[in-house]
T-cell receptor, first 113, second 111 residues
Framework: EAGVTQSPTHLIKTRGQQATLRCSPISGHTSVYWYQQALGLGLQFLLWYDEGEERNRGNFPPRFSGRQFPNYSSELNVNALELEDSALYLC????????????FGPGTRLTVT | SQQGEEDPQALSIQEGENATMNCSYKTSINNLQWYRQNSGRGLVHLILIRSNEREKHSGRLRVTLDTSKKSSSLLITASRAADTASYFCATVISTAYKYIFGTGTRLKVLA
């Protein structure tokens, strides 16, 4: 069974640009979560999608947005990039709801210069 | 302290020794999960313990949950160099509709 996949592995952007990160969940999983992990820090919850709907978002500005497609894959968009957006962005999937373990992808390392 | 705060922040032990990490949280939870992260990559799920459970085992891992103290501990027995990683607890609060991860414990097992 294929795990959660993320693309690209690395992404280098300049300040002010837009970044798009992609995630494919494990087959059968309907929930997708996005997290930001700045260097040496814990995971900060960004977004939770389930069945194509945004269920919750963390304390991040509106320039962080995303969507979930009918095949349950997801996209995270970060507009007007700032230097402090440099981080590892992790995607996870699970069965519907919050009662199940999350399966994480390898992450996308975003560097903003 | 933050929800899901681990201690110690860092732990260094010799191979073969046991490692204990603790997680404290503030609000009532549905379940608590422990994850491992190697070298800044994706997290790997270790154990999920529900609020009505007190202890769970998985191989060399033992997790306890004390809801009265709002704390959990992860014990790794007979540690190996391959256990070197960061360990995170994550609490699930249904009313908050999200997982909250702690700051993590960095474990280093010396061969």
């Amino acid at each position: 069974e294929a795990g959660v996949t993320q693309s690209p592995t690395h992404l280098i952007k300049t300040r002010g640009q837009q970044a798009t990160l992609r995630c494919s969940p494990i087959s059968g999983h309907t929930s997708v979560y996005w997290y930001q992990q700045a260097l040496g820090l814990g995971l900060q919850f960004l977004l939770w999608y389930d069945e194509g709907e945004e269920r919750n978002r963390g304390n991040f500005p509106p320039r962080f947005s995303g969507r979930q497609f009918p095949n349950y894959s997801s996209e995270l968009n970060v507009n007007a990039l700032e230097l402090e957006d440099s981080a590892l962005y992790l995607c996870a999937s699970s069965l519907e709801g919050l009662s199940y373990e999350q399966y994480f992808g390898p992450g996308t390392r975003l560097t903003v210069t | 302290s933050q929800q899901g705060e681990e201690d110690p922040q860092a732990l260094s032990i010799q191979e073969g020794e046991n490692a204990t990490m603790n997680c404290s949280y503030k609000t009532s939870i549905n379940n608590l999960q422990w994850y491992r992260q190697n070298s800044g990559r994706g997290l790997v799920h270790l154990i999920l313990i529900r609020s009505n459970e007190r202890e769970k085992h998985s191989g060399r891992l033992r997790v306890t949950l004390d809801t009265s103290k709002k704390s959990s501990s992860l014990l790794i027995t007979a540690s190996r160099a391959a256990d070197t990683a960061s360990y995170f607890c994550a609490t699930v609060i249904s009313t908050a509709y999200k997982y909250i991860f702690g700051t993590g414990t960095r474990l280093k097992v010396l061969a």
